[in-house]
């Protein structure tokens, strides 16, 4: 079935590294690729998505890249902040588009 | 708007009682859709809609209902309570159109199943 894989499941930077989550895909159908960050005891929330006819997304710190040759995409934050401490999800649509399939998380932890 | 409200925000059973989680948007949204999330598994379909009287099994429907009678609200019922569905679950809705796939997730109601 459809799967996506995701990596590193943690991640430790000090503030104002940058930090890169990759994930993979399998069905290249989907053509709709979001990232959430869930902070704790929160509902998942919507930070960047990009659709298969981009290769890349930037919004201020954060962007996103997309090969779908290689059925990958990266998310990116640059000049982390304490605050970007959180669960990151990457997801991929299915063909229907009825569903979002899930990576497993990544805990991105910022030190300063 | 409020967005997608979940109620309860916590609650306890034990095995085999039956309850229903309650999920409301007021985003006019055609699409609705129930996860859970465990704990290393990321999120998970439970079931989705994509309109009123409209409803599909997700991965993992077993153990688990819903009806959709309105645009607004998309209740989950477990008719048995088991162990096994002990989790947080979330409810996401979005518009069912191909020019937008944005998914908005509720907060989460944390189940216990004893």
């Known amino acids: 079935g459809e799967n996506v894989e995701q990596h590193p499941s943690t991640l430790s930077v000090q503030e104002g590294d940058s930090a890169v989550i990759k994930c993979t895909y399998s069905d290249s159908a989907s053509n709709y690729f979001p990232w959430y960050k869930q902070e704790l005891g929160k509902g998942p929330q919507l930070i960047i998505d990009i659709r298969s006819n981009v290769g890349e997304k930037k919004d201020q710190r954060i962007a996103v890249t997309l090969n779908k040759t290689a059925k990958h995409f990266s998310l990116h934050i640059t000049e982390t902040q304490p605050e970007d401490s959180a669960v990151y999800f990457c997801?991929?649509?299915?063909?229907?588009?009825?569903?979002?399939?899930f990576g497993k998380g990544t805990t991105l932890s910022v030190s300063s | 708007n409020a967005g997608v409200t979940q109620t309860p925000k916590f609650q306890v059973l034990k095995t085999g009682q039956s309850m229903t989680l309650q999920c409301a948007q007021d985003?006019?949204?055609?699409?609705m859709s129930w996860y859970r999330q465990d704990p290393g598994m990321g999120l998970r379909l439970i079931h989705y809609s994509v309109g009123a009287g409209i409803t599909d099994q997700g991965e993992v429907p077993n153990g688990y209902n819903v009806s959709r009678s309105t645009t607004e609200d998309f209740p989950l019922r477990l008719l048995s309570a088991a162990p096994s569905q002990t989790s947080v679950y979330f409810c996401?809705?979005?518009?069912?159109?191909?020019?937008?796939?944005?998914?908005?997730f509720g907060p989460g109601t944390r189940l216990t199943v004893t």
């Open positions: 997801a991929a649509s299915t063909k229907a588009g009825t569903a979002l399939i």
């Open positions: 996401a809705s979005r518009m069912w159109t191909e020019s937008s796939y944005e998914q908005y």
């Open positions: 985003m006019n949204h055609e699409y």
